[in-house]
């Protein structure tokens, strides 16, 4: 399998795992960048059926957002992807979903901080793109991505995130982090006070954490629940998300 | 195939989409309105199975609720139906649901407000219709039909919702935001306070969408979910939602 | 079929979609009374498999708990039934629930009131049964049998519930609303102060329901759903309940 | 089959069980104690697929971590199982998981404190390990341990949870009450303050309650559930737990 095969097979994975995690829906997408050919390869918008997804279904475009291969709806919003593939080189995925927990924090009054060990992974902070519109342009891209600087995420007011990682697998772990720790923070917050994982603890467990050794773990197991994955949808989970 | 199978085909679809999301249940219905033969056709009401309706199920009626054709059950809140399609020629198709997430907003009192770029569909509100009965009666429907004015939706204290769309797609695209804005509504609420997308930026966002384009979409993407759909029982949600 | 038979036959059926809704889980049990021979059906107590319950996997014991028929386990909370169904001739079911959530009223410090309108199938109230220990003696189910007097269904402290019905499609139906109508009240009170049913308006809307035909058509409803219903675990939900 | 051949089966069945409950995931893991021969029993650790674990998947080592038999993954956490089978012969089983809802205990500030008469299983109370960091050493196991004392769970900050037992049923068992407890309170919390059961009350429940027969009840009902379990991902459940 040539390179370029391998990235397709890798993004229509993860674009059906997203999918069997309820946290892509109808309007979310995914992209991943080939350094050496400099073009960005991008799951289909509106419409596409993400837990179908396949290598062929992926849509291949440049920096500039034009079109090179592939016959889907380009998202509207491609400008997130080819901002930030373009500004770090150090961001080779990116993901723009819906996730319904982590969305929570665009919505309520309140910053993300990690509750849980593996949050450590955000220890800089998800910053808030407070911008009530998609972002459909350039530079509304560029802005986002300037938001971000050198984080792993953002939180799109009212909207939904972006989630970036030198990998493919690492975009995926790190999304798959942002909607756990989002999630037991919303369940906990019933409980009364949270108790977080202060910025020193963060650093101190990020230290001794092999992120890329269970990032890769987590895909193996991740894509081994999709290859059984029956496909049906998430009833009455993630309506729209 | 002709508009009345087309229409009948769409109106059976979206039944089983409503089933399928856990927003019908025991009690909802939908209906559509042919404006040239002025007959309104309408999914069978209580005991009807909502996930496996097909074409010749529907019921027909005049606008007086006269059942011209069909054998299934009436619902006893048809006059919803027929009140609001007589008042409106934009709202060729009415769904009342019992849906789990926007009912909440029927039974807090906590005026509904946007929490999301999508839930700018409703900028001009959703009021609250308070009498603690059915619609039954042509007089009940008609006030409500008159509270809902020129909206896109009512929610019914204690009970469910109304949503109207001037055809079928657009009538599930609303229904879907309106559930999926208040879930995440009442998620986040447990986080603390709301940031609410204003009705200027309601207005805003609202002039950039082409809601038409998204409720095609969305209309496409969840037809092809339900033609997967193996019709198990949502079990644990939605009970007699 | 006679009418043993078909007594058997519904009390298998409720006994499997109280299991598809994730309601009786483990520990619950459900019974109905013959009038005529004075005997008691019960479903199997722990360890039974309700998801699979048959005719024959019924118990049959009389009114004093002596087993007259049936192997498998009795559930050491039998007298529940019996005490009901020997004082009132209107109780000719009652289910022993832990479902999920009208469980959360036998733990908040909150007395249940009726949010939906269909919750004033409930307008006398539901009482709580305040001693902390199983009901396994005579004495304690006449205690819990009393407390409910003429009403239809008590919550026990940190345990779960009981609910009783005319026949098996009352005591669905009823089981069925006061979930969703508690399910209802612990989300909306995320949101805030919730709109009660007053006894006013519980009264007029339970003058006007016909409780019977309601149920009747539930009951039609749920036994369909149960009918395709492929048995597996409600993963996730219900764990013990 | 001999007492190593029944012991495999059965962790292998637990660790299906806790996969189906979704309390698992991709990286708890559990542990049975043959006190005979002084080994450890253990599920294989991060991308082991808990779904289908099977007794010749399960890794030997003894109480100092040595790797005696097996080619899975040793989890990173191995020294949490050693050092509790080390100290307490009353615990030949050990469970450490991601629970979802047990966990919320360790990250809210509020100390757990049984609202179902089944959670008088922790009348001793549910110790919390404050340290943000995995239990990747013998100390740390150790510190742990001593933590534990004679109680039957630890909550892990920010991270999950241990739980023993004197057998795997007991050890099932404990952990889906102490998930089905700590559920119910977070939800009842919503509605506002909670009836704890007392010490008093618990220590008279927990004398009439046999804890065995209630446990091997249990394990009777889910090695069930588990063999018609169609071994689905739980879609939105627990992704990361």
């Keep these: 399998m040539n390179s370029e095969s391998a990235l397709r097979e890798k993004l229509a994975t993860v674009t059906r795992i997203f999918?069997?995690?309820?946290?892509?829906?109808?309007f979310g997408h995914v992209s991943a960048f080939d350094s050496v050919t400099r073009r960005v390869f991008m799951s289909?918008?509106?419409?596409?059926?993400?837990?179908?997804?396949?290598?062929?279904?992926?849509?291949?475009l440049d920096?500039?957002?034009?079109?090179?291969?592939?016959?889907?709806?380009?998202?509207?919003?491609?400008?997130i992807h080819t901002a930030?593939?373009?500004?770090?080189s150090d961001a080779l995925a990116v993901a723009h979903l819906h996730s319904p927990y982590a969305?929570?924090?665009?919505?309520?009054?309140?910053?993300?901080?990690?509750?849980?060990?593996?949050?450590?992974?955000?220890?800089?902070?998800?910053?808030?793109?407070?911008?009530?519109?998609?972002?459909?342009?350039t530079s509304e891209a560029q802005r986002l991505s300037g938001l971000i600087g050198g984080r792993r995420a953002a939180l799109l007011r009212g909207h939904g995130i972006v989630v970036l990682g030198k990998d493919i697998e690492e975009m995926l772990f790190a999304s798959l982090i942002l909607e756990d720790d989002t999630r037991k923070a919303m369940q906990a917050a019933t409980?009364?006070?949270?108790?977080?994982?202060?910025p020193e603890e963060c650093r101190a467990f990020a230290t001794e954490a092999d992120w890329e050794r269970r990032a890769h773990r987590a895909w193996n197991y991740f894509t081994r629940l999709e290859a059984r994955w029956d496909r049906q949808p998430a009833t009455g989970a993630g309506s729209l998300a």
Tied chains: 1, 2, 3, 4.
Excluded: N
């Design 19 to 26: 999918a069997m995690q309820g946290m892509i829906g109808l």
């Design 44 to 60: 289909p918008g509106m419409a596409g059926d993400k837990a179908t997804t396949r290598p062929a279904d992926l849509l291949v």
């Design 63 to 79: 920096l500039q957002g034009k079109l090179l291969d592939g016959d889907g709806q380009v998202p509207v919003e491609w400008p």
């Design 84 to 88: 930030i593939h373009g500004a770090r």
């Design 103 to 137: 969305t929570l924090f665009a919505i309520a009054k309140r910053e993300f901080r990690p509750v849980t060990l593996q949050g450590a992974l955000f220890l800089d902070g998800v910053p808030v793109y407070s911008e009530p519109q998609l972002v459909k342009t």
């Design 191 to 198: 409980l009364g006070k949270l108790g977080f994982i202060s």
